[in-house]
């Protein structure tokens, strides 16, 4: 299996601050890499596919870039409805998989 | 705009079988890749199978010896079947839709319990 690993896990942020989450495969994924915010007792929600598409309806303030085994999310400028956990995953290879987490808490 | 309903028992057993259904409405199922993911309570992500709406399956091999997924395309459903279930398959249950792996819309998730 690809394994995913994020950093940091948890953050601490304030309205307004940009931020970034970094995500890295343990082989290459080409750019076949997703990203989904989730906020608690909810489903997650798709974000960022192949690595930079912005998926219809998320705001631009949300961009991802990388290829290869590493990549990123960027928030250019946080606001309140943003803080929640954002997972990666990968989808080159069954089974896909995702990485454990980054929570984005506020400052 | 599509929605996805899953529904099915919320408390299951030890040795037994859990049976979910995912109800699709605001378009056909007659297309895309339907996936089960699992997140046991506090925990991430687990991938769990998909079916593509011809019927053909890929599942995770952690549980592929348990897992059976299932669709019903008349009825609009797809169906998740994992069997001799333990107190480790304790989790929030969603179903989602996709283009292959990516995970375009999911349901609102069900949790199953697994206890005696």
């Known amino acids: 299996d690809i394994q995913m690993t994020q950093s940091p896990s948890s953050l601490s942020a304030s309205v307004g601050d940009r931020v970034t989450i970094t995500c890295r495969a343990s082989?290459?994924?080409?750019?076949?890499l997703n990203w989904y915010q989730q906020k608690p007792g909810k489903a997650p929600k798709l974000l960022i596919f192949?690595?930079?598409g912005l998926q219809s309806g998320v705001p631009s303030r949300f961009s991802g870039s990388g290829s290869g085994t590493d990549f990123t999310l960027t928030i250019s400028s946080l606001q309140p409805e943003d803080f929640a956990t954002y997972y990666c995953q990968q989808s080159y290879s069954i089974p896909q998989t995702f990485g454990q987490g980054t929570k984005v808490e506020i400052k | 705009q599509v929605q996805l309903q899953e529904s099915g028992p919320g408390l299951v057993k030890p040795s037994e079988t859990l049976s979910l259904t995912c109800t699709v409405s605001?378009?056909?199922?007659?297309?895309?890749?339907w996936s089960w993911i699992r997140q046991p309570p506090g925990k991430g992500l687990e991938w769990i199978g998909y079916i593509y709406y011809s019927g053909s399956t890929k599942y995770n091999p952690s549980l592929k010896s348990r897992v059976t997924i299932s669709i019903d395309t008349s009825k609009n459903q797809f169906s998740l079947k994992l069997s001799s279930v333990t107190a480790a398959d304790t989790a929030v249950y969603y179903c989602?839709?996709?283009?292959?792996?990516?995970?375009?819309?999911w349901g609102q998730g069900t949790l199953v319990t697994v206890s005696s």
């Open positions: 192949a690595a930079s």
């Open positions: 989602a839709r996709g283009p292959s792996l990516t995970l375009e819309y």
């Open positions: 605001g378009g056909s199922i007659s297309s895309y890749y």
């Open positions: 082989q290459s994924i080409s750019s076949y």
